[in-house]
């Protein structure tokens, strides 16, 4: 297609003009726009109001760029890994650049000695380290590893190789920054293993001698050019053939500006071992001269997971990751444990990877979320067998948050000034360990006088309120030829912090002024969208009222912050307190707020009366768990308790039916027929099944009836003994008392239980009766209690308990005994004695006798043959405290011999003998809780 007319080719080139405007507005697919700062309310877009801070003069947010040349030694000196570990180190340097502003160049030297060769070779030229020109720089320094003998000689040029370099830098940057370049930091990074050499180049003169001569004159010329542009030389030296004099001239000759007040700031030469230190050498050099700092990772082997810290003041930063091998593959997590992009934005953090397909790859991140990050590297089988090491170069570019006190001072009057530093995100920084060694000057400029510099500090001594509260402040007197407006810009330096130097903008007072103001703003920890709670003290001479306006000046990005109300009036003639709030809305992000509180005259140009600092801590709302958790747990430990104690109860209560003990009484005619005692575990639920045998004229004999049958023998929970005949009615028994069953009768004894008590115990042998053990504890109810050798009692009881063998306990033979007391019974017979002390006495004498006395001890003696019985352990389990009833009954004792006993009753001699007693005691088992 031709276009036959000149209209034609004109709307043609408008319609291209048309499209290119919304797309260059739309920026490249891929990679984000800066963002911009949103416009901030003020009187005139010209200028800014009085006390308030201005925006930078430099639109572009983000860390200061520099220049900077990668000038590596390639003489025949190197060894071939030497060069290698050079150039991953050049690498390290043009990838991990944190501002996408700078510019960065690679130049190789060595000597020149014959025709067709070079003493240098730029392999990168100047370039810009954005996303696209890092993808330049990471293919083009790979070129350093083909050293080209034909081209290059074996010698070391350094004059060169440094008028190379600062011929580079001195280029002005596209687009009119020329002017603006000066500004920009110029810096040289020389790698070199050895000496100056040029003593084969021809270009020098005309013998060995003469040329070394030649070309030390020449290289202190070339500092000295370098010094003229403003060119910082940074020499690393590597090896044991180093000419450190040398190496230090050069960093002294150079250009000894200085990014900041920071000591290791200034050029200084650094010689290193061997090449293997190189990477982490050149990087921390590199920090120092662009006031960064270098935070150390972990190295391994892919695959692992490797990790880097970066501290909360960090607001730009690169991740180097020194990989070796291109195939090895990265991954990026940040603290929060979520996978990060490799380009594009992601929570508030702006990402950008470079080198990917390279030895040497970085990941710049803008805004990046403070904690220790995780590198994920994989790599092909093959490709394993070099060890990987992650780096972070990082700077806090810091805001300065300042008031002035008086916000509108008077010529010759003392102003205090007061600094708060905030990241980028708007956090306030509050911690002093994340600003150490930070140095703060301010400067102030006006009309009349000449600049004023003076520090600040945070020592605690006045007019600094506290020590350490990062808030750092000073004095000065206004210049008594101040007349009109005032700048006020701050700066800092510390390892790795700069400052953004936005002046605060304010006004020299002329007079007395009509209307004065003070701003008290309250100390607060609030949850989003609570208040915070300030006053305005405000004097109006003036005749009339005066309407002033409260406003939010530099506050957190983010934050939603709201004054009520934020206009006041201030009646004339004296001097009035307003109450006014700030609210906090449901979005401001969590953490110590920026900002402050200004109150301003409108009627005088919006001139800022005075203003305060927002001190206020935004955290999390209350969770429900919050609120509630003393009730929760509280209520827990109740249902717990009450848990424990229902299971006890229940437990209680089981024990209290089971007949595991009781001896059942076959008898007919007063003779005694057959006896079965329930064992442990038959009886199921407080019950036992049992039938009476008598077929085949054999004696009648008792046993256990399976499957339900027979006669069923039960206790209740509250220990009294049922019995319900096969087929019959249900009827109540009395321990020891006899009942007819069939043509029989049967007689129940031991196992007794009270209310609160254990069942009893029973022994069988010479001599008998029991104790209660140790444990604490105090209990009274209904029980009984027997002892074998045909001698049963009952009666009213009480016992008590206490840890240590207190109990109470009773023995019968002969007649009815009594005692209370702790864990006491004394009865002897057949040949063995046992004693026991407790509270109370008791005694019985016959085949056995049986006393009491004391708080617990026990002894026993026995014949050699029950020597050998061991004593069994109650219960299997430690003592408790015991508990007793209390029942009356007609305690009945048969046998032979004596008895005698307490109480009322009757004895027999020699021989049989009954005794009876209205009142006796039993003690019931201890309670095992």
């Known amino acids: 297609m031709q276009w036959t007319n000149k209209g034609s080719a004109l709307l043609l080139a408008g319609a291209l003009v048309a499209l290119t405007g919304p797309l260059a507005a739309a920026g490249t697919p891929g990679h984000p726009r800066t963002p911009r700062a949103p416009a901030a309310a003020a009187p005139s877009a010209a200028q800014p109001a009085a006390g308030t801070a201005a925006d930078p003069a430099d639109p572009a947010e983000g860390p200061d760029p520099i220049d900077f040349a990668v000038v590596v030694d390639q003489s025949a000196s190197l ?184 000591p290791g700031s200034v050029p200084h030469m650094r010689v290193v071992g061997s090449s293997a230190e190189l990477d982490k050498a050149l990087q921390e050099t590199f920090a120092a001269a662009r006031c960064a700092r270098i935070s150390h990772g972990t190295a391994g ?69 403070p904690g220790r990050w995780r590198v994920h590297i994989e790599a092909p089988e093959g490709h394993r067998d070099r060890e990987v090491a992650v780096r972070a170069i990082w700077q806090g570019m810091l805001r300065s948050d300042v008031t002035l006190d008086p916000a509108s001072p008077r010529a010759g009057e003392e102003v205090t000034v007061s600094v708060r530093m905030q990241t980028r995100r708007g956090v306030t920084v509050t911690d002093p360990r994340q600003l150490a060694d930070l140095a703060v000057a301010a400067e102030l400029r006006g009309d009349g006088f000449a600049p004023v510099t003076f520090r600040l500090a945070d020592d605690g001594r006045a007019p600094d309120r506290k020590a350490g509260d990062v808030r750092f402040t000073g004095t000065l007197t206004v210049p008594a030829g101040a007349t009109g407006d005032l700048e006020l810009t701050t700066r800092m330096s510390a390892p790795g912090v700069t400052s953004d130097r936005r002046p605060l903008h304010a006004r ?47 506050q957190t990005p983010g934050a939603e912050l709201s004054v009520s109300p934020a206009t006041v009036t201030a009646p004339p003639g004296g001097s009035t307190r307003i109450p006014f709030t700030v609210t906090v809305g449901g979005g401001t992000p969590l953490g110590e707020l920026g900002g402050r509180i200004a109150a301003m005259d409108p009627g005088d140009g919006e001139r800022v009366l005075d203003d305060a600092f927002l001190e206020v801590l935004v955290v999390a709302p209350p969770t ?107 009827i109540s028994l009395r321990p020891g008392e006899p009942a007819g069953l069939d043509a029989y009768e049967i007689v129940v004894r031991g196992g007794a239980t009270g209310r609160n008590g254990r069942s009893g115990r029973s022994r069988t042998g010479s001599g008998s009766g029991y104790g209660s053990g140790t444990g604490s504890g105090f209990g009274m109810d209904d029980g009984s209690g027997f002892d074998t050798d045909d001698e049963f009692g009952t009666g009213g009881g009480f016992g008590f308990g206490t840890s240590g063998g207190s109990g109470s306990g009773f023995g019968t033979g002969g007649d009815s005994g009594f005692g209370t007391g702790g864990d006491s019974d004394f009865r002897s017979g057949g040949g ?93 088992d201890p309670d095992l809780f």
């Open 79 to 262: 060894a071939d890994k030497d060069l290698a570990r050079e150039t991953e180190a050049a690498g390290l340097l043009s990838q991990g650049e944190i501002s996408e502003r700078s510019r960065a160049t690679v130049i190789g030297f060595s000597s020149s000695e014959k025709a067709g060769q070079s003493p240098v070779r730029e392999v990168c030229e100047l370039t810009v380290a954005d996303a696209a020109g890092r993808e330049r720089l990471s293919a083009c320094v790979q070129l350093l590893n083909k050293r080209d003998a034909a081209r290059m000689g074996p010698g070391t040029d350094f004059p060169a190789a440094i008028r190379q370099a600062v011929t580079r830098l001195g280029q002005k940057r596209a687009g009119g920054a020329a002017a603006k370049a000066p500004a920009t930091p110029k810096v040289v990074f020389l790698l070199t293993d050895g000496k100056l050499d040029v003593s084969d180049s021809p270009e020098y003169g005309t013998d060995a001698a003469n040329r070394q001569s030649n070309g030390e004159r020449r290289l202190t010329e070339e500092l000295a050019r370098a010094r003229a542009a403003g060119v910082q030389i940074w020499p690393l030296g590597f090896g044991t053939e180093i000419d450190r004099a040398a190496l230090t001239a050069m960093a002294e000759r150079g250009y000894r500006g200085a990014c900041s007040d920071v």
């Open 301 to 369: 082997k892919p695959p692992a997971d490797l990790t880097v810290v970066i501290p909360p003041i960090a607001t730009d930063g690169s991740l180097t990751v020194s990989k070796h091998d291109p195939k090895v593959r990265v991954t990026y997590y940040d603290p929060a444990g979520r996978k990060v992009p490799t380009r594009g934005e992601f929570d508030g953090s702006t990402f950008e990877v470079g080198g990917q397909d390279g030895p040497v790859e970085a990941l710049r991140v803008k805004n990046p979320l």
């Open 508 to 554: 020299v007072t002329q007079g007395t002024p009509l209307v004065t103001a003070g701003v008290v703003l309250d100390r607060a920890t609030v949850h989003p969208g609570s208040t915070v709670r300030g006053t305005l003290d405000v004097t109006n001479n003036d005749a009339g009222p005066r309407a002033l306006r409260l406003a939010v000046e530099n």
């Open 624 to 730: 429900w768990w919050d609120r509630w958790w003393k009730a929760v747990v509280g209520g827990a430990a109740v249902l717990v308790l009450i848990g424990v104690f229902l299971v006890i109860q229940i437990m209680v209560r089981r024990r209290r039916r089971d007949l595991t003990g009781v001896t059942i009484e076959l008898r007919a005619d007063g003779r005694d027929l057959d006896r079965l005692t329930i064992g442990r575990g038959q009886s199921t639920r407080g019950s036992f099944a049992f039938a009476i045998d008598d077929m085949g004229g054999a004696p009648p004999t008792l046993h256990r009836a399976r499957n339900g049958g027979g006669h069923l023998l039960r206790r209740t929970g509250t220990g009294q003994m049922l019995l319900r005949p096969r087929g019959g009615t249900q």
């Open 832 to 924: 063995g004695t046992d004693s026991r002390t407790g509270d109370g006495s008791g005694s019985r004498t016959g085949d056995g006798s049986g006393s009491r006395t004391g708080d617990g001890s026990g002894s026993r003696t026995r014949t050699d043959r029950e020597g050998r019985i061991p004593r069994p352990r109650r219960f299997g389990r430690s003592w408790r405290p015991g508990r007793s009833g209390g029942t009356t009954g007609n305690p009945t004792t048969t046998g032979t011999g004596t008895g005698t006993g307490r109480g009322t009753g009757n004895g027999s001699g020699d021989g049989s003998g009954l005794s009876t007693g209205t009142g006796g005691t039993t003690a019931g």
